[in-house]
């Protein structure tokens, strides 16, 4: 029976942590509400999809977490969520900034128009700055925090996605490494996220199938939930900073 015990503790690896993370309604964020919530944290779901948020929060129950509507555009709703998860759990360990939008994919540079690139560029990246930013304020007096960032396969190769979405995540690849200490990003590659199946217009066989074949991969499909392990790593690695985990397609053994 001790023995077990000790194993059921040693699975729950983020007991007694506090969680914020944006974007957590769906796609990558979601799995990794779920999982940090497996592992024992408390987290605060920020999103701007409220029944989808409020859904997550009702299927995994109070106090495992509650939802805060929040534009990551916007300084003061970036502040109130971490000034909320200071009043709920009187600390904030792990501040994941997941928000992210993929706009409209235009080959051509004479296609994009700029207030569709300063779109993307205002969530993806300065979502992404003010997440770190306002997290650090309560982290850093504390000395203890971990800042995880969404960037993407994008950051480290061109001609995958549109202009904006690219510039976006090299931006924040670029942020990560200029901020350092225990400031990390994962760099994913293609997954059926809603935001990914919207952009290229594919269903579920379609995107495994077909969008994968198009890329020459082969291996195993990767998923938001290997994403969510991802971060969870990055949460409790104490001597990572500046780093970008960059997540490709396998083939297996």
Do not use: W
Not at 20 to 33: F, H, N, Q, R
Not at 142 to 157: D, W
Not at 184 to 195: D, G, V
Request: with cysteine.
């Amino acid at each position: 029976m001790g023995s077990m015990a000790m194993a059921s503790t040693f699975m729950r690896r983020l007991e007694g942590k506090a969680a914020l993370i944006t974007g957590a309604a769906s796609g990558i964020g979601e799995s990794t509400v779920r999982l940090f919530s497996k592992h024992g944290a408390k987290v605060l779901i920020a999103d701007i999809q409220d029944d989808l948020g409020e859904e997550v929060c009702k299927d995994l129950g109070q106090p495992s977490a509650s939802f805060v509507h929040c534009d990551v555009t916007k300084e003061s709703d970036v502040e109130g969520v971490v000034n909320t998860a200071i009043t709920k759990y009187r600390k904030l360990d792990i501040m994941y900034s997941n928000a992210g939008i993929a706009g409209k994919l235009e080959p051509s540079i004479l296609d994009n128009e700029k207030s569709e690139f300063e779109k993307i560029i205002s969530v993806n990246l300065i979502g992404a700055f003010l997440g770190a930013k306002h997290a650090a304020g309560v982290m850093i007096p504390n000395r203890c925090g971990s800042i995880i960032t969404t960037a993407s396969v994008c950051s480290n190769m061109g001609g995958v996605a549109s202009h904006a979405y690219t510039s976006s995540k090299h931006g924040v690849v670029g942020l990560v490494r200029n901020i350092g200490i225990r400031v990390n990003c994962m760099s994913p590659h293609l997954i059926a996220t809603p935001l990914a199946k919207n952009l290229f217009k594919l269903n579920d066989k379609e995107y495994c199938y077909g969008m994968y074949s198009n890329l020459k991969v082969k291996g195993v499909v990767l998923k938001s939930e290997d994403v969510a392990e991802a971060a969870l790593f990055l949460a409790e690695s104490k001597y990572v900073g500046g780093h970008s985990l960059l997540l490709m397609e396998a083939s297996p053994l």
